[in-house]
């Protein structure tokens, strides 16, 4: 019987965070990877603030966050996410591990 009530408890646990994030998918603040079942914090790379990218983007310091910003407000919006490879210190392999958590905003689409 202990064997059921702890399935009962994940299984009640699993629905709860399936609604969070159906809850949450109208802001893409966070959303839930469902391989893992945890919530991944997103980044709108065209209206963040650097301190965000720095805290939330692994790879991405307070020096490679503040030339993202610069790049933006000297160049305009992003367009595409690939477009952080023309920043100093952001290559290929720091956007393949971050990619999952970067969103443009609706004002660039």
Do not use: W
Request: aromatic residues 4%; hydrophobic residues 45%; contains cysteine.
């Amino acid at each position: 019987m202990k064997h059921v009530n702890t399935l009962s408890i994940r299984f009640i646990f699993a629905c709860l965070l399936g609604f969070a994030a159906i809850a949450q998918a109208e802001t893409p603040e966070q959303v839930l990877n469902e391989t893992h079942d945890e919530l991944i914090v997103m980044v709108n790379i065209n209206l963040d603030d650097a301190e965000k990218m720095a805290t939330v983007l692994q790879g991405i310091g307070p020096a490679r966050a503040d030339a993202i910003v610069a790049y933006r407000e000297e160049h305009g919006p992003f367009l595409t996410v690939d477009e952080l490879l023309n920043i100093r210190g952001i290559g290929e392999r720091t956007l393949a591990n971050i990619r999952h958590q970067l969103h443009l905003g609706e004002e660039v689409l």
